[in-house]
């Protein structure tokens, strides 16, 4: 049984500033987003873990290392990356809506095929990307545990597909800034969520 400790990174400039879209943008983290992955740090304190990867922008790279403990093999996969959200990104929701109200109606109804954004990925793009790194995790590591740093669409995209949701309610599933998801995959790839969203 492969054991994913799987985090969202820690609060970023743009989070901070009424939650804009950060999607592929390489956005840094604040003094609180900083404070954030130190308390995943203590949460994670003596978890031996077999190995911790990233996505490769700076917020969740800056948050593995700290969470971590600085473990000294941590590696960055492009599949671990945030969604791109095209012309959303840098915006509030409040002001792409409304800038274009059809392009958000179609995304929150339907995300399975329709690009966010208008130019950016599709939830089935997102979860095929993301679905292809965890099988390859749990083959290099069928009995391990290992630490997960991610962003928050591809994290609540890819539960919500093993959860049998439909991805159109992925919105449902919170996980705040370097809180602390736990989860287990089993051989064939089945999935059991443990812990959601725990900070203590």
């Known amino acids: 049984?492969?054991?994913?400790?799987?985090?969202?990174?820690?609060?970023?400039?743009?989070?901070?500033?009424?939650?804009?879209?950060?999607?592929?943008?390489?956005?840094?983290?604040?003094?609180?987003?900083?404070?954030?992955?130190?308390?995943?740090?203590?949460?994670?304190?003596?978890?031996a873990f077999d190995a911790v990867y990233t996505s490769p922008l700076q917020r969740a790279h800056h948050t593995a290392t700290i969470a971590?403990?600085?473990?000294?093999?941590?590696?960055v996969d492009q599949r671990l990356i945030e969604a791109s959200f095209g012309e959303w990104e840098g915006k509030t929701r409040a002001e792409f809506i409304a800038e274009n109200p059809k392009l958000w109606d179609a995304w929150a109804h339907e995300p399975d095929y329709a690009r966010a954004g208008g130019t950016g990925e599709t939830a089935v793009e997102i979860v095929t990307r993301v679905d292809d790194f965890?099988?390859?995790?749990?083959?290099?590591?069928?009995?391990?545990t290992v630490l997960v740093v991610a962003h928050n669409a591809v994290n609540r995209f890819y539960m919500a597909w093993k959860l049998g949701m439909p991805l159109k309610n992925y919105r449902q599933i919170v996980q705040e800034n370097s809180s602390v998801t736990?989860?287990?995959?089993?051989p064939q790839g089945e999935f059991s969520l443990l812990k959601l969203n725990c900070r203590s």
């Open 134 to 144: 965890f099988n390859e995790v749990l083959q290099k590591h069928p009995d391990g």
């Open 68 to 75: 971590s403990g600085n473990h000294p093999g941590i590696t």
């Open 1 to 47: 049984m492969l054991h994913i400790y799987l985090l969202r990174h820690g609060e970023t400039f743009w989070n901070a500033d009424g939650n804009r879209y950060c999607g592929a943008t390489d956005i840094g983290l604040t003094e609180k987003g900083l404070e954030q992955a130190h308390l995943a740090a203590k949460l994670l304190k003596g978890i």
């Open 182 to 186: 736990l989860f287990s995959l089993d």
